[in-house]
């Protein structure tokens, strides 16, 4: 979705700027929110995948010991 507002927007920059461009650019910068919100995530619930990822084995080691 955000290649095809790049697209648009970098190929139409010398016409006039009706609702469509003006929408790409907004689903441009909503796209860059997005994926800056996605990387926040990622960075700071990496302790809680840590986490999971530990149960995860410990139900596994003791599975095996039965």
Do not use: K, S
């Not at 010398?14 to 926040?40: D, E, K």
């Amino acid at each position: 979705m955000a290649v095809n507002a790049i697209v648009q927007i970098a190929f139409r920059w010398n016409q006039a700027w009706g609702p469509f461009l003006y929408l790409m650019l907004a689903m441009l910068i909503i796209c860059a929110v997005f994926t800056a919100y996605l990387l926040y995530v990622r960075h700071y619930d990496g302790h809680f995948w840590d986490e999971e990822e530990a149960r995860r084995q410990d139900w596994d080691r003791r599975g095996r010991q039965l």
